[in-house]
């Protein structure tokens, strides 16, 4: 059963970091390319950044770039998504996906195969 599970969100105030963590099992984890995604009230569901298979290129929104880093470690079969000075704009429930089709540049949800439930990131003093 190919799985994706994310952690690592709460309520924080501006300013503040978090790390966000996606724990992948049920896949070979190398042959994916990952993305993270998020969604607020009332908004369609935006890319934030993904990672290609072999983690050597990014990509990144826009409103991304600069802020927002996204790693992964293949040997925990995990993707990490970074987050410095949270705005209250960042508030959202945020995704992880992988695709197995694309090697790298995957910018669209449609391009993904498999998806986590969510974490929810709150940014609020």
């Known amino acids: 059963q190919v799985q994706l599970v994310e952690s690592g969100g709460g309520l924080v105030q501006p300013g503040a970091s978090l790390k966000l963590s996606c724990a992948a099992s049920?896949?070979?984890?190398?042959?994916?390319?990952l993305g993270w995604f998020r969604q607020a009230p009332g908004n369609d569901r935006e890319f934030v950044a993904t990672?290609?298979?072999?983690?050597?290129?990014?990509d990144y929104a826009d409103f991304a770039k600069g802020r927002f880093t996204i790693t992964r470690e293949n040997a925990k079969n995990s993707v990490y998504l970074q987050i410095n000075d949270l705005k209250p704009e960042d508030t959202a429930v945020y995704y992880c996906?992988?695709?197995?089709?694309?090697?790298?540049?995957?910018?669209?949800?449609?391009?993904?195969?498999?998806w986590g439930q969510g974490t929810q990131v709150t940014v609020s003093s």
């Open positions: 990672i290609a298979r072999g983690g050597i290129r990014q």
């Open positions: 049920g896949l070979t984890f190398s042959d994916y390319a």
């Open positions: 996906a992988a695709t197995q089709t694309y090697k790298f540049g995957a910018i669209l949800a449609g391009m993904y195969d498999v």
